[in-house]
């Protein structure tokens, strides 16, 4: 074995043990006494995914392909752009890395994992399950499996292989939450005596304690235990309020921007030479856990109309022509900067990265609940786009807020922790949509979400003719729509239609006292 290979097998051993540093000095030895190298370019561009650099990792990726193209690059480089929210360039690269060009669990679970980011959970399938035939007792992969089960509506797969995980790793914590977020829990049949113990186990990591307190709660909650159900929610919530604080801070100086760029008239300049005049954009907004994957199941199930989920693409579209400096995608400087920007080019941006997700379909419906803070670049970037925002009782939203556990590594949910931050993110978002909606009435739907539970022909009738549609009846039959479902309502948009969580706040409305008096809501 020559020396070149010695050190990138040093390189691997350090990678394994997360010394980094150790391991990008071996990379760049054989680079620098051997010449261009490319299983050394690709080892340093995995260690710049590890450390969260991933444009870098792309440009180290890429000239390792350079050398020698490899189904396994293209595996890593579909990972990079699935975690950059790129789908389209995610999906060229899986085609490099077909299930039958690799050979480890780890590689193929990597295509499965990055496919399942970008929202294709059945494609996923294959590639998890070929790991799992190399590593059945793997519990990431079991796990990762599971959640891609889940998110396609398989959820008796999804708990058998949620169950393996923990069989094989009894500690961990996202298999723990996951089944119970599942749901089926009983008198007779619950988690409670192998989640309560690690309650006081996890209490100073987080992370674990937080999905574990959320499935705690969740169990406590289908018990009717819903004093212990806040409890252990508050409990897992604690260590993580500061974050929420500064979330807010961020989020007002956010609203500030846009209240100031907001015209007191309808101007001119949307119609101007330059901007899209396409209508294949249906924006479906609203605070999290209101309704917007129901109104975006409702759209889907329309023969014209395709899904895209919750995409991020306006918002990179947004920083990619502001270049504003920053590692955030939504902050006040790049709102700032976009009013001064090339709207035309925003909304043209948006539109080729997108294109794809079409397919033959007229319009795309894109859910992602937090581009109401984009709705006014919207209407400038893309004029003839339809923007469908959901209002649902300030108290039903909030609490749903609090309940549920959101991405924990993305830092546009840390508001979430904290009850009263949740509360004052809910007036201050009201308060934008409503003076929008004002100044703009041609441009957004304003959709009660109650109001569609209890009367769904009628609103739905309605929402087709504000989006264009024609009526088409299987819209009324979401439960009938077979798309996979990456949210947090994966499990209830499956069924019919119906009102069994309008008031659902009303379990806590002990704990939430001050929420409610904040809100101005009278009981």
């Not at 391991?23 to 299983?39: D, L, N």
């Not at 990792?57 to 890593?76: G, H, M, P, V």
């Not at 094989?168 to 977020?181: G, I, K, M, V």
């Not at 033959?360 to 923007?387: E, G, M, T």
């Amino acid at each position: 074995m020559n020396t070149s290979q010695l050190r990138l097998d040093d390189a691997v051993r350090f990678l394994a043990q997360r010394d980094f540093k150790q391991a990008h000095r071996c990379c760049v030895e054989v680079i620098q006494r051997y010449g261009p190298h490319a299983h050394a370019y690709f080892l340093l561009g995995i260690i710049h995914i590890e450390i969260g650099q991933i444009e870098k990792a792309i440009a180290l990726l890429s000239k390792s392909n350079e050398l020698e193209k490899r189904a396994i690059t293209f595996a890593y480089l579909a990972k990079c752009f699935a975690l950059k929210g790129d789908m389209q360039q995610a999906l060229e690269h899986v085609k490099q890395a077909p299930v039958e060009s690799l050979s480890r669990a780890l590689d193929l679970d990597t295509v499965g994992v990055s496919l399942s980011r970008v929202g294709l959970h059945d494609d996923a399938t294959a590639y998890f399950e070929k790991a799992l035939t190399l590593a059945p007792a793997n519990p990431q992969y079991n796990y990762n499996y599971a959640v891609s089960c889940k998110f396609a509506g398989r959820f008796e797969q999804a708990r058998k292989y949620f169950e393996r995980a923990i069989e094989n790793e009894p500690n961990f914590y996202q298999a723990h939450f996951a089944l119970s977020d599942l749901g089926g829990v009983t008198p007779e049949n619950n988690n409670l005596a192998r989640l309560e113990p690690l309650v006081e186990k996890v209490k100073a990591k987080p992370e674990a304690r937080l999905h574990i307190g959320h499935a705690l709660a969740k169990e406590y909650e289908a018990l009717g235990e819903y004093t212990r159900a806040f409890e252990a929610l508050r409990h897992a919530k604690k260590p993580q309020q500061a974050r929420s604080k500064n979330t807010l801070e961020d989020y007002q100086s956010i609203f500030r921007v846009l209240h100031k760029n907001l015209k007191s008239q309808v101007s001119l300049d949307s119609c101007s030479n330059g901007v899209s005049k396409s209508d294949a954009p249906i924006f479906v907004v609203g605070m999290p856990r209101s309704g917007t994957t129901l109104v975006e199941r409702i759209l889907s199930h329309h023969s014209s109309v395709a899904s895209g989920g919750e995409l991020q693409d306006f918002g990179v579209a947004v920083k990619q022509v502001t270049q504003t400096s920053g590692q955030l995608v939504l902050d006040e400087s790049t709102i700032k900067q976009a009013y001064e920007s090339d709207l035309g080019k925003i909304g043209e941006l948006y539109l080729q990265r997108t294109a794809f997700l079409r397919k033959n379909s007229k319009h795309l419906v894109d859910k992602l609940p937090f581009n109401f803070f984009y709705i006014d670049l919207i209407r400038k970037a893309l004029p003839n786009a339809k923007i469908v925002c959901l209002l649902r009782h300030p108290m039903d939203t909030c609490v749903g807020n609090f309940r549920q556990l959101f991405s924990i590594h993305s830092p546009y949910y840390a508001y979430a922790y904290d009850l009263e931050v949740i509360g004052q993110l809910y007036l201050s978002f009201e308060k934008w949509v409503r003076k929008f909606a004002n100044t703009y009435p041609d441009a957004i739907r304003l959709q009660s979400y109650e109001q569609l539970a209890q009367n769904p022909e009628t609103q739905i009738r309605e929402l087709l003719a504000f989006c264009n549609l024609p009526w088409e009846a299987q819209c009324l039959r979401v439960e009938n729509n077979k798309l996979p479902v990456s949210t947090a309502s994966k499990v209830q948009v499956r069924e019919p239609i119906n009102t069994r969580s309008i008031g659902r706040w009303e379990r806590y409305s002990l704990q939430t006292e001050a929420l409610r008096k904040s809100l101005g809501i009278i009981q």
